[in-house]
């Protein structure tokens, strides 16, 4: 059974940084493109940065030249580097992916469940 798994969530200043985690664990065959989303309260859920398996990179318009997204794909691992961080931040971080499980698969979307981030003013 596959399972991303965040981290890195937690408090900060306005101005401040955090680096959130999402491991995959499980029977991989392929990993397709990455993602990172964002939730707050009363809002919709909202795409912040996502991750071809090549590598290209695609950004909301609010966090271009402040966060930055990667991956690691020997270790099924996505990151995501948030610096200056603004109080408009604040929400909950969810990892999501595409994943092939088997060669014959067709791919298929994983969520995480999700993990805090608060930035204080």
């Known amino acids: 059974q596959v399972q991303l798994v965040e981290s890195g969530g937690g408090f900060v200043q306005a101005g401040g940084s955090l680096r959130l985690s999402c491991a995959a664990s499980g029977s991989i065959f392929r990993a397709n493109a990455m993602a990172w989303y964002r939730q707050a309260p009363g809002n919709l859920r909202e795409l912040v940065a996502s991750v071809t398996n090549s590598g290209r990179t695609t950004y909301a318009n609010s966090v271009k030249g402040r966060f930055t997204i990667s991956r690691d794909n020997a270790k099924n691992t996505l990151y995501l580097q948030m610096n200056s961080l603004k109080p408009e931040d604040t929400a909950v971080y969810y990892c999501?992916?595409?994943?092939?499980?088997?060669?014959?698969?067709?791919?298929?979307?994983?969520w995480g469940q999700g993990t805090q981030v608060t930035v204080s003013s």
């Open positions: 999501a992916a595409g994943f092939v499980l088997r060669d014959y698969d067709i791919p298929n979307d994983y």
